[in-house]
């Protein structure tokens, strides 16, 4: 069994592609393996593009498919697939134990975290909701405060600069109403925070040796809970029909987002820094924004284009502190 410390998952990441983020091995320290500069950069478009444009497809998938439905079947399928694979690799079976860590991290990444943004992604746009799970870095300052850490007086700043910020985002508007629906933007925020518990939980779980057979675990079990609770909220007792673009954005979740999105994102942890690869979180909202604003007709208000500013820079502060991003430049272009 392994109980090697995993990674925190970088900030801003998708709660639904960032799913191997909390729980693969730090593969890098001390890896023979190389890559080129152009194998990089692929890499590193992969995770940024693919991982960025998940909300989207989320987004359409959950117009005519019931979300935690919808979330049971990608998980379901994927980890089935990734778990079929590893063992077919030579992986070790695993053990009772590391079922019972990969239950617990499972159920609060994916059942809560992924949950959340699923549901979310009825009531709030795909490009406002990727910045409210931004909030991550801010919920793990406020959790190692409440493990008696301290942490620096720069990140305290951080996190109540981005605070402000989503409380800008949902603050009501000349007309009395808030810039992003308050119940689905709670959701986001809760959904965050059992990401961040997870992830600290997963730091020190003894898990399977294997990272890709962990998340594959992972994976089902989320993917099981998923679907109780899709039976169990009545999601399949009305007479549903899935449209053709809801059920591509399904394939392409299962396809792109969780399997080739994993393995580049498990490839890139081999040949690059972690901190380099770490840099996919800052893009990825960037990448939502945009893209539900050329492909799904969302309009942002200037309140809600301000408190995004805000929240990002917020995130920036707590990433960033003591000297993270020049590392985090430097990083990216070093070809080992």
């Not at 498919?65 to 089935?80: D, E």
Request: charged share 10%; with cysteine.
């Amino acid at each position: 069994m392994s109980s090697t410390p995993r990674p925190i998952p970088s900030p801003n990441a998708d709660l639904n592609a960032k799913l191997a983020v909390a729980t693969a091995e730090t593969a890098s320290g001390g890896s023979t393996a190389s890559a080129t500069k152009w194998q990089l950069i692929a890499g590193f478009l992969v995770i940024y593009l693919v991982w960025g444009s998940t909300y989207l497809a989320i987004h359409w998938g959950v117009e005519t498919i019931p979300p935690f439905g919808m979330g049971a079947a990608r998980f379901l399928v994927a980890g089935s697939m990734l778990y079929s694979w590893c063992i077919i690799r030579g992986a070790k079976k695993p053990t009772k134990s590391q079922w019972k860590s990969s239950a617990v991290i499972g159920a609060l990444l994916l059942f809560v975290g992924n949950g959340a943004v699923s549901w979310a992604s009825q009531r709030v746009p795909s490009g406002l909701a990727s910045v409210l799970v931004a909030t991550v870095p801010l919920w793990l300052v406020l959790c190692e405060l409440w493990q008696g850490k301290r942490p620096e007086f720069i990140k305290l700043i951080g996190v109540l600069i981005g605070l402000a910020g989503v409380a800008l985002l949902v603050m009501p508007t000349g007309a009395a109403t808030a810039t992003v629906d308050p119940a689905g933007a709670v959701v986001l925020a809760l959904g965050s925070l059992s990401w961040t518990v997870g992830s600290l939980y997963s730091r020190t779980a003894r898990q399977a040796d294997s990272p890709a057979l962990a998340i594959a675990m992972q994976m089902l079990v989320g993917g099981s809970l998923l679907l109780l609770l899709s039976l169990a909220s009545g999601e399949w007792t009305q007479t549903l029909h899935i449209s053709a673009r809801s059920a591509a954005s399904l394939l392409y979740l299962i396809v792109f987002g969780s399997l080739i999105g994993f393995s580049t994102y498990m490839w890139l942890l081999k040949v690059a820094s972690p901190t380099a690869v770490g840099t996919y979180a800052y893009v990825n909202p960037a990448v939502a924004v945009l893209l539900g604003v050329l492909f799904a007709g969302e309009r942002l208000p200037a309140q809600a284009v301000a408190a995004m500013t805000v929240i990002l820079g917020g995130v920036a502060m707590v990433s960033v502190a003591g000297g993270g991003a020049k590392r985090m430049v430097k990083a990216v272009w070093r070809v080992r």
